[in-house]
């Protein structure tokens, strides 16, 4: 069978988009990442998501940004006299072999003013952002606050 030049001129080129796709050169992997679903009303949603550096270099985490929400950023919550109190986080250092944890009474993404229709499907894309500019997007699913290990929405 003799395939047209045209086409397989297409076909590489697909090809080649993917391999570049997959390969963005972004220096941190996804272990795991959930939202916690908003409930009516919620001004602001938690999201997790745990990040490995197999890299090489050390990299630091910068922000994140959804378009599922007005507005998102790095927040600890830490116990201070007794009570939980939540800090707005300007970067985080993730060294070679480090594997950086958010979860419920720490570290996390904070989603303000949450786009309730975006998410309601199953999951939606969130971008971290490094210091030094790079981005990744990735897709985490949504997950309902009932499912979180200790019922915080923080
Ligand atoms: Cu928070």
Not at 10 to 33: K, Q, R, W, Y
Not at 91 to 96: L, T
């Amino acid at each position: 069978m003799k395939i047209p030049r045209f086409l397989l001129a297409i076909a590489l080129c697909l090809l080649a988009a993917n391999l570049i796709a997959e390969d963005t050169g972004f220096p941190l992997h996804m272990v795991s990442g959930q939202v916690v679903a908003p409930i009516p009303g919620q001004m602001a949603i938690a999201a997790y998501i745990s990040l490995e550096n197999r890299s090489g270099e050390t990299v630091t985490l910068a922000g994140a940004s959804t378009e599922a929400a007005g507005h998102a950023s790095l927040h600890r919550t830490e116990s201070v006299d007794g009570m939980n109190r939540m800090q707005s986080v300007e970067s985080i250092v993730i060294e070679e072999g480090e594997l950086l944890e958010m979860k419920a009474g720490g570290l996390h993404l904070m989603l303000m003013e949450p786009d309730f229709q975006m998410l309601s499907s199953d999951s939606i894309e969130l971008s971290i952002e490094l210091l030094d500019g790079r981005t990744q997007t990735f897709q985490l699913p949504l997950v309902s606050i009932r499912d979180m290990p200790n019922h915080s929405s923080h």
